[in-house]
Nanobody, 116 residues
């Protein structure tokens, strides 16, 4: 069974930085796309960034230039460096990974709170 474990959330002032990490395990297949989504109170979960095994990266427009996603294929980890954080970045951040086409696994989520 696939398991994703996130770490690195917390409370930071606007303009500050946080780094989220996620470790994936439990699959007999390589993890293809790994990424991050977030969900703010009262809102739907939204895409933040993802990265494929070959290093192709996509970002949501709202985080371009501020967030950087990276992964270590050998360790099955994905990280999200978040700089210049804004109060509107406050949300629960979820790690995602797919090992089989059409099957996406999720982490338990980690809270990021940005104070103004």
């Amino acid at each position: 069974q696939v398991q994703l474990v996130e770490s690195g959330g917390g409370l930071v002032q606007a303009g500050g930085s946080l780094r989220l990490s996620c470790a994936a395990s439990g699959s007999i297949f390589p993890f293809r796309t790994m990424g991050w989504y977030r969900q703010a109170p009262g809102k739907q979960r939204e895409f933040v960034a993802d990265i494929t095994t070959l290093g192709t990266i996509a970002y949501a427009d709202s985080v371009k230039g501020r967030f950087t996603i990276s992964r270590d294929n050998a360790k099955n980890t994905v990280s999200l460096q978040m700089n210049s954080l804004k109060p509107e970045d406050t949300a629960v951040y979820y790690c995602s990974a797919d090992d089989v086409p059409g099957t996406v696994s999720w982490g338990q989520g980690t809270q990021v709170t940005v104070s103004s």
